[in-house]
């Protein structure tokens, strides 16, 4: 997948990489996909201004760590320190001592890092994440109890999640003491200060000067800037300033422990080194880029990238904002919203977040990267279909797509499903009639080409081949596509949580990402064409790329991804974008749509579990199918409506 479009059409030069490497000892093959894995990781780079000259030595490096991998057939291994501990400022900064939603987005989104390299390299990718809370915490005033109920609720979130590609390491693990493989919480905070005094005697330099370092050393400098950036919030509850602690003093006293962390860090630093020493580097610390790689944990817009130093916030059509809980909590239009009997995340205030009040209610919760899923407050079956407050679901769908109604009951009786479409908007019925049941048929495609396959389906948006003749001025005919505006989907089956995916990418987040290579003004003028021998072998043109939401106004792409014959058993797709202009080409087009549409921080993979119920505005999002490998009867019921 393209980092970014190509302005000179057919443009193969080489890249620098390529070029910078001695090629003839090299599988092209191998340094093209090493390439690429470096340009997946490089999506969630942290944003940091001005480029060292020293980047472009460490992307040869990072190249290089990563061919090795990629020639023996071997997963990426990356290794992140981080996730110590939360703030001790819970007052103003940060919402308790244990994760929350920050921390659940952050795993998603560094799980997705990973997922993405296996989505183009099948051996995968696994990052440890390498707590260093007990190199630090004494200094903040943070207990090691805290730091150990800290990392058990990470794992046990992981689990929960399934983010299987990330695993965890504590500072136990890279220093020689006789201790337990297992640890409970007595038994670590007990050899906690062991664990630290082992770490300084095995790892520490002697001869280290912080002053110098900080004064010399550019990557030592920004991280020394960024310990005094949060030290001074996370610190003013726990030495406010007052009687016998002038602002002076305090400062002093910050950049002291900031100094202190430094040292600390050097030594662990040293401990990661030689215990991942084949594992590729990240960092949470801007740096000149020069030995490591620094990324966001959030997708966030704002600087406040690590969950343990803030608070999440979510505005209604999904997008994230972070920062201190007081920011939050001054601005009227966000509420605080518990979960399991603890503060977790803020959200944009809306009262179509609130229905079904008189049978207990329901929570409402963002997922990753987009999209809300509904669930009964009173628990699962305690409301059923009929409960459904169809009118604020809409409307919710056209804002953050999907909506996901996951714990209602008699969701996948037909009869109620079709009343409750009739509740939705205008029921809109095909070829196949009102209710399309989706399900693996074999060669049988009932004139739908794939959909009714197992084979991955490319992304589209529904309707595009439901088509009407009209009559030009020159008296030629043409088709227009009629699609609804939204779809209904119900799991009439249980269904394996590792295939059979369905994804779907909001407009909001493709364009979010894909103006950075096209702007949206040029996109607004390209039209594009779809041909393909299905469909009563349609040939439709002039289809604009960009079209404004009906109800909400904003920009929404209408595409289809290019689907050639290698890619499917049954009938291809072509499609060409008919006026590329400013020099760029169909082809990088629609190679840069296609990648933006595959990028993990843009698609929701749902899995899906019996009784689902799924509302998705076709217009705002975009969907599409992964294979189906589990070799056991799945269905799903779909209804469109206007």
Not at 246 to 256: D, F, I, L, P, R
Not at 564 to 574: E, G, L, R, V, Y
Not at 611 to 620: A, C
Request: hydrophobic share 40%; with cysteine; proline share 6%.
């Amino acid at each position: 997948m393209p980092a970014a479009i190509s302005p000179v059409p057919g443009d193969r030069s080489p890249s620098p990489l390529a070029t910078a490497l001695p090629t003839g000892k090299l599988e092209i093959s191998h340094l093209e996909t090493a390439s690429t894995i470096l340009q997946v990781i490089s999506r969630y780079k942290l944003r940091h201004d001005g480029i060292s000259s020293k980047a472009h030595e460490g992307s040869l490096s990072f190249l290089a760590q990563i061919y090795s991998k990629v020639a023996a057939g071997e997963a990426i291994q990356m290794c992140l320190p981080a996730f110590p501990f939360k703030s001790p400022n819970s007052v103003s900064k940060v919402l308790g001592r244990l994760p929350d939603m920050a921390e659940e987005f952050a795993l998603a989104h560094l799980n997705g890092l990973c997922a993405g390299i296996q989505d183009i390299y099948p051996p995968g990718a696994k990052l440890m994440l390498i707590s260093d809370g007990l190199v630090y915490n004494d200094l903040l005033g943070v207990p090691d109890k805290d730091v150990w109920a800290y990392g058990e609720a990470l794992r046990a979130l992981s689990a929960r999640k399934e983010f299987h590609h990330i695993e965890f390491s504590r500072l136990k693990d890279l220093v020689h003491i006789s201790v337990p493989d297992e640890l409970d919480e007595m038994a670590y905070v007990a050899n906690a200060t062991n664990f630290r005094h082992a770490l300084f005697q095995q790892f520490s330099r002697p001869d280290y000067n912080v002053s110098l370092k900080i004064a010399e050393h550019e990557d030592t400098c920004l991280t020394y800037r960024g310990y005094i950036k949060f030290l001074e919030t996370d610190l003013e509850h726990v030495y406010p300033v007052g009687e016998g602690r002038s602002k002076n003093k305090y400062k002093k006293g910050v950049e002291q422990i900031a100094k202190q962390m430094l040292t600390r860090g050097d030594a662990f630093a040293r401990a990661v080194r030689e215990k991942f020493s084949t594992h590729l580097r990240l960092s949470i610390h801007p740096s000149i880029g020069n030995t490591k790689l620094s990324i966001s944990l959030l997708p966030t817009e704002t600087n406040f990238t690590t969950p343990w130093h803030c608070s999440i916030a979510f505005r209604l059509d999904g997008t994230v904002t972070t920062g201190h809980r007081s920011e939050f909590e001054a601005k009227e239009e966000y509420e605080l919203v518990y979960v399991d009997g603890r503060p977790s995340f803020f959200r944009e205030k809306s009262e179509l977040l609130s229905w079904a009040s008189d049978k207990g209610g329901v929570i409402c919760e963002p997922v990753y990267p987009s999209g809300l899923i509904i669930r009964p407050a009173a628990g699962s079956g305690t409301l059923a279909i009929e409960d459904v407050d169809a009118a604020k679901v809409r409307t919710l769908s056209e804002i953050n797509s999907p909506v996901v109604l996951r714990g209602f009951a008699k969701t996948y009786d037909r009869e109620r499903l079709v009343k409750k479409a009739e509740e939705f908007g205008v029921p809109t019925p095909w070829k196949f009639g009102l209710v399309l049941e989706v399900k693996d048929r074999g060669a049988d495609t009932r004139g739908l080409n794939n959909v009714l396959s197992a084979e991955w389906m490319p992304w589209h948006f529904d309707g595009l081949f439901k088509t009407e003749k009209k009559i030009r001025e020159d008296g030629n005919e043409y088709l227009v596509p009629i699609p609804p505006k939204f779809q209904l989907f119900t799991a009439v089956t249980a269904s394996p949580k590792n295939t059979g995916f369905t994804l779907f990418a909001s407009s909001t987040l493709i364009f979010k990402h894909l103006t950075q290579f096209l702007p949206l003004e040029h996109l607004r003028t390209l039209t594009w064409e779809v041909s393909t021998s299905s469909f009563d072998s349609s040939v439709i043109r002039g289809m604009p790329l960009v079209v404004d939401h009906p109800t909400t106004g904003k920009p929404c792409l209408r595409f289809h991804e290019p689907w050639p014959q290698s890619k499917t058993i049954f009938d291809a797709t072509n499609v060409a974008i008919e006026n590329p202009g400013l020099g760029y080409t169909s082809e990088a087009i629609c190679e840069t749509i296609t990648a933006i549409l595959h990028d993990r921080r843009v698609a929701y993979y749902h899995a899906w579990e019996k009784g689902d119920l799924m509302v998705s505005d076709n217009v705002l999002a975009m969907h599409t199918r992964s294979d189906f490998t589990a070799g056991c009867d799945r269905e799903l019921w779909r209804i469109h409506f206007d």
